[in-house]
Nanobody, 126 residues
Framework: EVQLQASGGGLVQTGGSLRLSCAAS????????IGWFRQAPGKEREAVSC????????FYEDFVKGRFTISSDIAKNTVDLQILDLKPEDTAVYYCAATHASERWPVYCNYDMDYWGKGTLVTVSS
């Protein structure tokens, strides 16, 4: 059974930092692109960042602006997202998702990922 367990969310003040972690199981980790998406209250889910587990190729949405860093650990089957200088607009449920890697693109990061976790809530107070 495929499982993507997101953790690390919480309540932080503006300017603070968090490290989210996604623990993956039930599939061959290094054959997948794995990433983070988020959904703010009243808004659609959006991609944040993804990584190709086999070679570390990364993708970041433009709004990340250097504040987010994604990393994967093949030994631990985890994908982490470090977020710095948190802003109230970063408040959202952050989801971990995975899709089988393809040679068609360097790393895939889109709404139709194969598998999704339940998410972890990040709340940034002003």
């Amino acid at each position: 059974e495929v499982q993507l367990q997101a953790s690390g969310g919480g309540l932080v003040q503006t300017g603070g930092s968090l490290r989210l972690s996604c623990a993956a199981s039930g599939f061959t980790f290094d054959e997948y692109d794995i990433g983070w998406f988020r959904q703010a209250p009243g808004k659609e889910r959006e991609a944040v960042s993804c990584v190709r587990s086999s070679d570390g190729t990364t993708f970041y949405e433009d709004f990340v602006k250097g504040r987010f860093t994604i990393s994967s650990d093949i030994a631990k089957n985890t994908v982490d997202l470090q977020i710095l200088d948190l802003k109230p607009e970063d408040t959202a449920v952050y989801y971990c998702a995975a899709t089988h890697a393809s040679e068609r693109w360097p790393v895939y990061c889109n709404y139709d990922m194969d598998y999704w976790g339940k998410g972890t809530l990040v709340t940034v107070s002003s």
